[in-house]
Structures are given as C-alpha cells and as structure tokens.
C-alpha cells in the first residue's frame, strides 16, 4: 500500500513540475515574442491584410541628340475596382457602363468577380481624363480611377523601326523600347489600404501612397531633322521606282553614331496593331541579309592598297569584257570591256575583271582576313535586337572562282549596318568603331546626365595614308565614275555604287536586283556617310541610276544643315552622253520679267509668283550650281518702281 502512495506522489510530483515547466516555457516564449519579435510579427500581419493598388512609373523619353522627344507619355487614367468595397454593384456596374461604353451584364460581372482587384479592360483601361473625371465624381465606393499613362510618338511613324513601341501595360516590345526596357520602364507605386478576410476596408485603417519612380529619359545619337530628310527620300523612291523595299542608313563615320536610319514599308507605333506583323518586326537595315555587290568593292580596294598590291594610278589594266577564272569567265558590266584603263579607271568604271585580278593578288587567306577584320561575317553589336550575321564563304573551301566573285561582292552575304560600318573604316582613317543608336542616358527630373554610353572602338583595320588614297580614289568614282549622279557641287562627295542580282529560289534572278550607293561628305574630312539600299526596283535597275540621286538630295540638305561649308575645291565631274550639265543660276535681283527671259534663254525654265514687273527675290539664290533645264521661282512686286516714281518726284 505504502508503495502505490510513494509511487502515485512521484508520478503527481513528475506532472507537476512537467506543467510548470511547460508554463515557464509559455511565459518565456511570450515574453520572446512581445519583447523580441512582436513587432515584425505586427508587421507581417499588417501585409498580410495590406491590399495594394499600384500607380505605374511614367515611362522615359526617348530624345534626339538635340533633345527633341520622339517618344513620351500622356496622362491616361485606368479604372479599377476592388469588388469587396462595392456597396450597390447594379448600380455601379450602370453608372460606369454608361461613361465607359461598356456592355452593363459584362461589367456587373467583372465588378462581383471573387477577386481582390478587377482592371475594367479594355474598355477601362487608358481612358481620357475627361472620363476619368466623370468617374470620380460619381464617388462609387469600391472604384478607383488609378494614375496611368500611354505611350505616344508626336511624329507617327518617324524613325518606327528605330524606336519600337510599348504594350498595353507600357512594357517594351520592339525596337528601343524593348532593348532599353529596363531603365526607361522605372518602378511602379501603389496605394495600399487595410482589409479583412473578405478585401473589406478595415475601419479606422489608413491608406499609404508609395511614389512610382519614373524611368530615365534616353538620348539618342539619331537627329531628327536628318532622320526627316532620309525619310522624305525613302517615301519618294517608294513612289518613283516602286521597290519591294528601300533601306537607308546614315553614320557618323568618325565614331559610329547613328545620324538617321529607316527602311520603307514602315508603320505607325501607336497603330501598330493594324500592320503586318513581318512589317514592324523587320528592322531591314540591320536585319537584312543580300550580296553586296560592288559596294563591297571598297574592301578589296582598301586591302590591295594596305598590301601594296597595286598603284592605282601607275598600273594598267586591260579589259575584254570577261576574265578567265578555272573555267569560269566573270563578266563586266560593260559588254565588250572598258579596253585599257589604269586600276583608278578600274575603281571609277566598278570593272570585275579587274578587281579579280586585286583579289587574285592578295590571294584568300589575305582578302577573308581583311573581311573579317573589317567586321563582315559577325554582328556588329549595334544596340539593337534582331541583328542578323550575314554569310562567309569558309576559307577551306575558298577556291579561285570563290576568290574571284567575292573580290567584286558575289558570293558573300552582308547586311546594311555591317556595309556602313565597314566603309567608315575605310575612310575615317582605319578605324572600326560599334555602330551605337544611344547617346546618353537623363535624369527626368533634373535633367542631368546620369551616365555617357561610351563609344566603342573594335580595332584598327587599315592605315591613315591607306584610307587616304581610299577617300581620294571614292571621291573620282563620283566625280568621274559610275557615281557621278550623287555629285554636289561645292562639296567634295565620295562613293560607290552597287548592283547586285537577288538570289531566288536558290539561283540568281536576271530580272531582280538589288541596287545600292554608299556615299560621303567632305571627302577630304568625311562627317556624315549615307548607305542607300533599293531592293527591287521597277524599270532600270543600276545603283549609279536609282540609289545615288537618292544620297545626293540627302546630302545637299543634310551638309548645310550639319554646317559643312561649300568649297570650290573639287574635282570637277565629268559628263557623259545622257548626263544634264550644271549651270550655274544668274542674279536675276532688281530686274525686269522681260530681262530675265532673255537671260535664262534654255537654260533654265521660270515660274514666277505675286503681282509686279520687278524680281524682289528669287530661288535658288545666285551663283548656285543645278542641273540644266531646273526651274527658278521668282518674286515679283511693284514697290521698287514706286519708290524710284516717288524719288523722281
């Protein structure tokens, strides 16, 4: 018995001292959380209940190198509904389909969903401020007009490609504004307010308003007004030859920046919806790939010059219209050869027989590395999406035929972008720098520039005194050559043609081609070098014809507005049968309408405007070179003659 007792007050004795122990831990634990933790605890719970309405950041601008914007927002409020707040959902589902065009069912659905917020898309979202207001001064429980903002490009389709275009949530798509998302997006805010299990507000609950932070504004290298005048030419070779495509670039070869840079068909990035998806998802200067044809030219040229392979102006070369080659015969465009010519004719005249012979001189392992040097068969790096490589022949399987096309720009496969960046090595000095769109990038508040992207030097391809002779030699094909229609007078202009047949169906078309010029300015001290590609065009089909006019009204427009000077040291253009002559335009200022008739004679033809019998003004101004037969607009007025009439009185 006395055992049991002793037995039972231990096991009393163990459950006492276990539950005090278990009491103390309690108390402990207890203390632990309301002394230690408690707080974070608190604040855990508080985000849990926490309910947030977020506020997007206002998306960056995007701005020429001058700081015109080309892309900025505008205010365009979204509505929002938290349907737990909802007092009266028939009524607030009629007052807002009312305002918003909605059908009423549709939206009494949406406003009674069993979820925390409800965006009324698409009819809700991005509206006009005038609705916004409307909404809110209707005061509906449970509904909030939240801070938004659409993008918008105040020149519709200006530089499209180029800059791409935003989705509905203003996340980048394409072009720039997907490249640059992440720092011209920012960070969005919200207002955050407390709820119960149900997404009621909790009474007596405050709400917190966090700050979106705005994206940073991006500059670009691209000038509008240079941009708009590439385009302007564009849209006219569209209508005059009726291509599949057009494609323009224009550099600064000096560095790599990006003047202007288009291609036709375009579109409208607000708009975008309505285009063929193959239309705004081709960015064809940078993502094209064709054979160059003689643009290429320039690389053999600057290569054989480099290896002194050739004197231009001491050599000579015979040309019969073809070249031998391991059983081929490379043809020249001239049918029966341009006869003896010295390797400068050679350059002028684009001969292919006679650039076999540089390539054959230089040899494959010499010219595929200068190619490669010069960045063909690679991506450029250009700061852009959808960059294609192009297309080499692998030298193990180079042989003499293969050598002999790709001398002349057959056989290789290019893009535009890898073209321009190539030719400004060639005549800036050797250098090859990373064709770059972006400048800089801006604080949208301050102003200030957050950070300069820096541009970027890949290597030196060729020397000073090469590149010289190359400027020198480009400056003839102008002047003399096969580029005589992109001459300006009073700037010294280089350049080249090309013309080269598309490959279709795997063979090469004897009725498509694609015609091209690549020309710059001054070519003592080039500043600007445009690149012209015409995929296609309708009637006669050569890059002297069709694609150099092109850069030659860029570059009248574009020099004095870069505030390149006119000189008259040039060399002076030759013509040919078939070519218009300059003349230059006489002072026709203070003259008679009688008088000036006789001073034009045929050389040019006259429209006149306003009422009188004296010029007072006229355009082109005198001393300006144009083609014979262009039209010159004078000003007429009688106020002279009356003010002599009111002296002699």
């Known amino acids: 018995?006395?055992?049991?007792?002793?037995?039972?007050?231990?096991?009393?004795?163990?459950?006492?001292?276990?539950?005090?122990?278990?009491?103390?831990?309690?108390?402990?634990?207890?203390?632990?959380?309301?002394?230690?933790?408690?707080?974070?605890?608190?604040?855990?719970?508080?985000?849990?209940?926490?309910?947030?309405?977020?506020?997007?950041?206002?998306?960056g601008e995007i701005?020429?190198?001058?700081?015109?914007?080309?892309?900025?927002?505008?205010?365009?409020?979204?509505?929002?509904?938290?349907?737990?707040?909802i007092k009266d959902a028939p009524s607030t589902a009629k007052q807002l389909a009312f305002i918003l065009n909605m059908n009423e069912e549709k939206l009494l659905q949406m406003i009674t969903k069993r979820q925390l917020i409800v965006k009324l898309q698409p009819e809700g979202r991005k509206i006009t401020l005038e609705k916004a207001n409307e909404i809110k001064e209707l005061n509906l429980s449970g509904v909030t007009v939240a801070e938004d903002n659409q993008r918008y490009y105040p020149y519709t389709?200006?530089?499209?490609?180029?800059?791409?275009?935003?989705?509905?949530?203003?996340q980048g798509l394409t072009g720039l504004e997907l490249y640059y998302d992440e720092f011209l997006q920012g960070s969005s805010g919200s207002v955050s307010f407390l709820s119960d299990a149900r997404g009621k507000e909790m009474p007596g609950s405050s709400q917190q308003y966090t700050e979106p932070r705005d994206g940073l504004n991006l500059r670009l290298t691209l000038d509008?007004?240079?941009?708009?005048?590439?385009?302007?030419?564009?849209?006219e070779a569209m209508i005059t030859h009726r291509p599949d495509h057009v494609l323009a670039i224009a550099m600064d070869p000096n560095n790599g920046e990006i003047l202007a840079m288009a291609s036709r068909p375009d579109y409208e990035p607000s708009q975008y919806q309505?285009?063929?998806?193959?239309?705004?998802?081709?960015?064809l200067p940078i993502w094209m790939t064709y054979e160059p044809g003689s643009t290429f030219k320039i690389i053999t040229i600057a290569a054989a010059i480099e290896e002194q392979k050739v004197n231009l102006k001491t050599e000579t070369f015979f040309d019969p219209g073809y070249i031998e080659v391991a059983g081929a015969r490379p043809r020249c465009w001239k049918r029966g050869g341009h006869g003896s010519q010295t390797f400068l004719e050679v350059v002028q005249n684009s001969c292919n027989p006679g650039f076999v012979v540089l390539g054959q001189r230089l040899g494959k392992e010499s010219l595929f590395e200068y190619i490669q040097n010069f960045g063909f068969g690679k991506k450029t790096g250009i700061d852009m999406k959808g960059?294609?490589?192009?297309?080499?022949?692998?030298?193990?399987?180079?042989?003499?035929?293969?050598?002999?096309?790709?001398?002349?720009g057959q056989g290789v496969s290019v893009t535009p972008i890898q073209q321009i960046a190539a030719v400004s090595a060639a005549i800036n000095g050797g250098k090859l720098y990373q064709p770059q769109i972006a400048d800089a990038w801006i604080h949208p508040e301050t102003?200030?520039?957050?950070?300069?992207?820096?541009?970027?030097?890949?290597?030196?391809?060729?020397?000073?005194?090469?590149?010289?002779?190359?400027?020198?030699?480009?400056?003839?094909?102008?002047?003399?050559?096969?580029?005589?229609?992109?001459?300006?007078?009073?700037?010294r202009v280089g350049g080249k043609t090309g013309t080269a047949q598309k490959v279709v169906n795997g063979r090469y078309s004897p009725t498509e081609h694609i015609v091209s010029f690549v020309g710059f300015a001054p070519a003592d001290d080039p500043q600007i070098v445009i690149y012209i590609a015409v995929d296609n065009p309708k009637g006669l089909q050569?890059?002297?014809?069709?694609?150099?006019?092109?850069?030659?009204?860029?570059?009248?427009?574009?020099?004095?507005?870069?505030?390149?000077?006119?000189?008259?040291?040039?060399?002076?253009?030759?013509?040919?049968?078939?070519?218009?002559?300059?003349?230059?335009?006489?002072?026709?200022?203070?003259?008679?309408?009688?008088?000036?008739?006789?001073?034009?004679?045929?050389?040019?033809?006259?429209?006149?405007?306003?009422?009188?019998?004296?010029?007072?003004?006229?355009?082109?101004?005198?001393?300006?070179?144009?083609?014979?037969?262009?039209?010159?607009?004078?000003?007429l007025s009688n106020h002279i003659e009356e003010e002599h009439d009111h002296a002699h009185d």
């Not at 309690?26 to 849990?48: C, H, P, V």
């Not at 060399?571 to 002072?587: Q, R």
């Open 1 to 59: 018995m006395k055992v049991a007792n002793v037995t039972m007050r231990k096991r009393i004795f163990i459950v006492i001292v276990g539950v005090t122990v278990m009491f103390l831990a309690m108390i402990f634990r207890l203390g632990y959380i309301q002394l230690w933790t408690g707080q974070d605890l608190a604040n855990k719970a508080e985000d849990s209940w926490r309910k947030n309405i977020p506020f997007t950041a206002s998306r």
């Open 63 to 85: 701005l020429d190198r001058n700081g015109i914007p080309l892309a900025y927002n505008v205010s365009s409020p979204t509505v929002m509904v938290v349907p737990a707040q």
């Open 157 to 170: 389709n200006l530089a499209s490609h180029v800059l791409g275009f935003t989705g509905i949530d203003n």
């Open 224 to 235: 509008k007004h240079i941009q708009t005048i590439v385009e302007r030419e564009l849209d």
């Open 274 to 283: 309505e285009y063929d998806i193959e239309v705004i998802n081709r960015n």
């Open 387 to 408: 960059e294609e490589n192009g297309i080499l022949f692998n030298l193990e399987n180079v042989g003499p035929v293969e050598l002999a096309t790709t001398s002349f």
């Open 447 to 491: 102003g200030k520039v957050v950070e300069e992207i820096d541009k970027k030097l890949i290597r030196e391809v060729i020397s000073e005194e090469t590149s010289s002779e190359v400027r020198d030699t480009l400056e003839h094909v102008v002047a003399e050559g096969t580029g005589r229609n992109a001459f300006v007078d009073g700037y």
């Open 542 to 635: 050569f890059g002297g014809l069709i694609a150099a006019p092109i850069v030659q009204n860029i570059l009248q427009d574009t020099l004095p507005y870069m505030g390149v000077e006119p000189r008259q040291e040039q060399i002076e253009k030759k013509y040919i049968y078939g070519d218009t002559p300059l003349v230059e335009v006489p002072d026709l200022m203070g003259r008679s309408k009688q008088e000036i008739y006789e001073m034009l004679s045929s050389n040019f033809t006259l429209s006149t405007y306003g009422v009188g019998s004296t010029i007072i003004n006229q355009a082109p101004k005198p001393g300006t070179k144009v083609q014979r037969g262009s039209s010159i607009k004078v000003y």
